[in-house]
């Protein structure tokens, strides 16, 4: 686990049919960070991953399950990159190993802006009880529950 505390940490996703591996990435920004930026995919940007629930209700989602915090804002996302690509005061951003490919890309566009590249914090997936990685989609399916069980 990284040691390393930062100012302010950039997270975001789709936060659909939030789980545990949604709660392991979170708990990691707010286990390196002081201020949390967290970003939500938009209607119309996480609209192209099918039938997900409304924008309101995932970051409403979010912002009850850290009530007990008060260092965090919750954001939406209209693309891939949020305000990662033009905040100098963001200075690390945590991923899951899906989704490390766009933090490599938020840092290619940070230098070519000449602004300091982001320290990349992977966060491993959390696997269900058969040794896949939770996911929405497999909870849409009716596969397993948020904590990666299996429905019967």
Do not use: W
């Not at 033009?86 to 490599?104: Q, R, W």
């Not at 992977?122 to 397993?144: K, M, N, Q």
């Amino acid at each position: 686990m990284n040691s390393k505390r930062y100012n302010k940490v950039a997270v975001g996703g789709t936060f659909d049919k939030f789980h545990d591996g949604h709660k392991k990435l979170l708990s990691t920004a707010f286990e390196i960070g002081n201020q949390i930026e967290i970003g939500v995919t938009s209607d119309a940007f996480g609209g192209l991953k099918g039938d997900i629930d409304s924008c309101k209700v995932r970051m409403s989602n979010l912002k009850s399950f850290f009530s007990d915090k008060s260092n965090f804002v919750v954001v939406p996302l209209e693309d891939p990159y949020g305000t990662t690509i033009y905040d100098e005061n963001i200075e690390a951003i945590v991923v899951s190993e899906e989704t490390e490919p766009t933090a490599v890309e938020i840092n290619e566009i940070r230098v070519s802006k000449g602004m300091p590249p982001l320290d990349i914090v992977v966060v491993s997936f959390v696997l269900a009880y058969d040794g896949t990685p939770i996911s929405s989609t497999r909870i849409r399916r009716g596969e397993i529950n948020q904590n990666g069980k299996f429905i019967q």
